[in-house]
T-cell receptor, first 117, second 107 residues
Framework: DTGVSQDPRHKITKRGQNVTFRCDPI?????LYWYRQTLGQGPEFLTY????????KSRLLSDRFSAERPKGSFSTLEIQRTEQGDSAMYLC???????????????FGPGTRLTVL | TQLLEQSPQFLSIQEGENLTVYCNSS?????LQWYRQEPGEGPVLLVT?????EVKKLKRLTFQFGDARKDSSLHITAAQTGDTGLYLC???????FGAGTRLTVKP
């Protein structure tokens, strides 16, 4: 296991379609994060899992967005009824966290670039 | 939610020059991370600072954590074109990043 992987790397879709992205974290990492990044900005936090439990969701995550990590390993992020404003880079990161302690040293995947036409 | 402010937002310099970028907050952090991101890729961790007043060096990069653990700086000596990228800071108390400093080093 050499790092965090994301699939696909690029996705072009039409407005109104549903899309799903996958993230495979570093295998021994118990925490997994999803971020969205638009051009010229830093990553914006969307949600985070510790094992299979989704512990926090940003208010940025509208009801069209859902994330799962059913077995505490890989995660999926689904966007329903995509809008042009959803166009962004979607980044996944993982880390090793102790209990509910702070997050440090996240390892990022290469991202999925979504373009909504 | 803590707000991490990074400055400057953009910086363009010639190869060989020195530079400093800043990360400031009104909140106290147990630790703070610096990342560098290249176009089309995810951020890559450069360093974690944990102790107030701490200075860490990574080759030509020097990271300092403020005494009060609310701010940090990154100094690059004799910048090279390979230093070009988006420099991001993140605090450990939640999963929030600053907007970053976009550095361009021209040959």
């Amino acid at each position: 296991d050499t790092g965090v992987s994301q699939d696909p790397r690029h996705k072009i879709t039409k407005r109104g379609q549903n899309v799903t992205f996958r993230c495979d974290p570093i295998s021994e990492h118990n925490r997994l994060y999803w971020y969205r990044q638009t051009l010229g900005q830093g990553p914006e936090f969307l949600t985070y899992f510790q094992n299979e439990a989704q512990l926090e969701k940003s208010r940025l995550l509208s009801d069209r967005f859902s994330a799962e990590r059913p077995k505490g390993s890989f995660s999926t992020l689904e966007i329903q009824r995509t809008e042009q404003g959803d166009s962004a880079m979607y980044l996944c990161a993982s880390s090793l966290g102790l209990g509910l302690g702070p997050t440090t040293e996240q390892f990022f995947g290469p991202g999925t670039r979504l373009t909504v036409l | 939610t803590q707000l991490l402010e990074q400055s400057p937002q953009f910086l363009s310099i010639q190869e060989g020059e020195n530079l400093t970028v800043y990360c400031n907050s009104s909140s106290v952090f147990s630790s703070l991370q610096w990342y560098r991101q290249e176009p089309g890729e995810g951020p890559v961790l450069l360093v974690t600072v944990v102790t107030g007043g701490e200075v860490k060096k990574l080759k030509r990069l020097t990271f300092q954590f403020g005494d009060a653990r609310k701010d940090s700086s990154l100094h690059i000596t004799a910048a090279q074109t390979g230093d070009t990228g988006l420099y991001l800071c993140a605090g450990d108390n939640d999963m929030r990043f600053g907007a970053g400093t976009r550095l361009t080093v021209k040959p």
